[in-house]
């Protein structure tokens, strides 16, 4: 994992894996949020399988996928959402951590 950190709050990386989950609960994330839609390659895992290991963990964990049409203004509210709901700090994925990044910079006007 290279995981990036953009502030207290959020960090982000790309595909996590089942198996990353305990490291990424030991580094101290409380939550995770995925902006990968399923089945984007055919070595993906699926978001599901991921969300049962980390609910098992204690995380807290959504799905919110930024596709080809890239962030739209429902992600950003649902990203919104996740972040004034979801316990911090947060860890944001996708392929490589630039929909992670790109929606989490657009929450920050309706945030203040």
């Known amino acids: 994992m290279d995981i990036r950190?953009?502030?207290e709050e959020y960090?982000?990386?790309?595909?996590?894996?089942?198996?990353?989950l305990?490291?990424?609960?030991?580094?101290?994330f409380r939550s995770i949020v995925c902006h990968r839609p399923d089945h984007e390659s055919?070595?993906?895992p699926e978001f599901d399988t991921i969300a049962a290991r980390a609910r098992a963990l204690g995380l807290e964990i959504t799905h919110i996928p930024v596709g080809?049409?890239?962030?739209?203004?429902?992600?950003?509210?649902?990203?919104?959402?996740?972040?004034d709901s979801f316990e911090r700090p947060m860890l944001g994925y996708c392929r490589s951590g630039?929909?992670?990044?790109?929606?989490?910079?657009?929450?920050?006007h309706l945030r203040g």
Do not use: F, H
């Open 5 to 7: 950190q953009i502030n």
């Open 11 to 20: 960090s982000v990386t790309g595909q996590i894996t089942e198996e990353d």
């Open 22 to 28: 305990p490291a990424i609960k030991e580094m101290g």
């Open 42 to 44: 055919p070595d993906q």
């Open 68 to 83: 080809p049409m890239g962030v739209t203004a429902d992600a950003v509210r649902e990203m919104v959402d996740a972040l």
């Open 98 to 108: 630039a929909r992670s990044t790109a929606v989490y910079q657009q929450t920050q």
